[in-house]
């Protein structure tokens, strides 16, 4: 297996990636029976010399239900009846994933009320005030 590209300054090693092949469920008629379709490819996020540890963190958070107890991110394919086919859809499915990783999000910036929403605010808190106000009881002419 070849190394995985991401960009021009992030290259995966093909010493972190380790694939299996597995049998498949879904169509495919006894074919499924004989032929391991189905590609498991495993990488390894902490051993990954090249990213920048802000972008691990992210990449934990976006895979955090890819993880299996050893820590490793599983990417699974089995949209075709290919095995190689598979093998490179699992491929760009995790550096898909590592290429959203890389980006930083935006900082939020505290924005303020408009004077618009503060005025329909205050109506509104009005109008529920005058709609329970008329609400008091009947009174009784003593």
Request: with cysteine; glycine share 6%; net charge positive.
């Amino acid at each position: 297996m070849d190394s995985l590209v991401i960009n021009s300054q992030l290259v995966i090693p093909a010493r972190h990636l380790h694939w299996t092949a597995v049998r498949s469920s879904g169509p495919g008629g006894q074919n499924v029976n004989k032929v391991a379709s189905k590609v498991d490819l495993r990488f390894e996020i902490a051993a990954c010399e090249g990213m920048h540890p802000a972008a691990k963190a992210r990449l934990y958070v976006l895979c955090r239900n890819k993880l299996d107890a050893d820590g490793l991110v599983v990417i699974t394919s089995q949209r075709t009846r290919d095995q190689l086919q598979n093998l490179e859809d699992a491929r760009e499915k995790l550096a898909a994933l590592i290429k959203a990783a890389l980006i930083p999000p935006r900082p939020r910036r505290p924005t303020k009320p408009t004077y618009g929403s503060k005025l329909r605010r205050l109506e509104g808190k009005s109008h529920t005030k005058q709609k329970k106000q008329s609400r008091g009881r009947v009174g009784s002419d003593d």
